[in-house]
């Protein structure tokens, strides 16, 4: 158990539908980061959020959006699904916002949109 | 654009030692080297990482080589609980280039 939450576990929706993923990170952890994990382009970081903050984004579509509370909890929104945005979503967190920290994965979540 | 480049996979027999290489040809002098792998229907788990010299901890050993160019990822006596995808990432998050960029990871297979 990495101390990272996820939820929901497994997300079923149709498409041009919204959701919203939730992630909580280890306790001490002010670093947030969101990965895609598809078969076709295996993983990929969309997006950090540090201390509430943005931090950096990768390949995250216009589509998605995230925030961070003061809590440090995050969201993933994902809107006007498409079939293509299926896949396992990560997030991980971190004690610090660079590279020389390591990450804790959550165990995902599963969207799949029909 | 940075990339690590992996075969796509490996095999090993239970107690002996693996190395699983990385090939990072264009890595920038300050892009830090992790290693994550990722067990059959679990998220990615932290495995080592480093910046020019070589690191050790308790699950592995990564070797980096002198012009940075590859690394080797080197588990000392491999067991079954260590099949796993194993990832090598480019980590940089300074200046306005950040990088965090994973490759599409080696499967190790091992033997009982």
């Known amino acids: 158990d990495s101390g990272v939450t996820q939820t929901p576990k497994h997300l079923i929706t149709a498409t041009g539908q919204r959701v919203t993923l939730r992630c909580s990170p280890r306790?001490?952890?002010?670093?947030v980061y969101w990965y895609q994990q598809s078969l076709d382009q295996g993983l990929q970081f969309l997006i950090q959020?540090?201390?509430?903050?943005?931090?950096a984004k990768g390949n995250i579509l216009e589509r998605f959006s995230a925030q961070q509370f003061p809590d440090l909890h995050s969201e993933l929104n994902l809107s006007s699904l498409e079939l293509g945005d299926s896949a396992l979503y990560f997030c991980?967190?971190?004690?610090?916002?660079?590279?020389?920290?390591?990450?804790?994965f959550g165990p995902g979540t599963r969207l799949t949109v029909t | 654009d940075a990339k690590t480049t992996q075969p796509n996979s490996m095999e090993s027999n239970e107690e002996e030692p693996v190395h699983l290489p990385c090939n990072h040809s264009?890595?920038?002098?300050?892009?830090?080297i992790h290693w994550y792998r990722q067990l059959p229907s679990q998220g990615p788990e932290y495995v080592i990482h480093g910046l020019t010299s070589n690191v050790n901890n308790r699950m592995a050993s990564l070797a980096i080589a002198e012009d940075r160019k590859s690394s080797t990822l080197i588990l000392h006596r491999a067991t079954l609980r260590d099949a796993a995808v194993y990832y090598c990432i480019l980590h940089n998050s300074g200046g306005s280039n950040y990088k965090l960029t994973f490759g599409k990871g080696t499967l190790l297979t091992v033997n009982p």
């Open positions: 264009t890595i920038s002098g300050t892009d830090y």
């Open positions: 991980a967190s971190s004690v610090g916002q660079s590279e020389t920290y390591e990450q804790y």
């Open positions: 306790s001490g952890d002010l670093s």
């Open positions: 959020y540090y201390n509430g903050e943005e931090r």
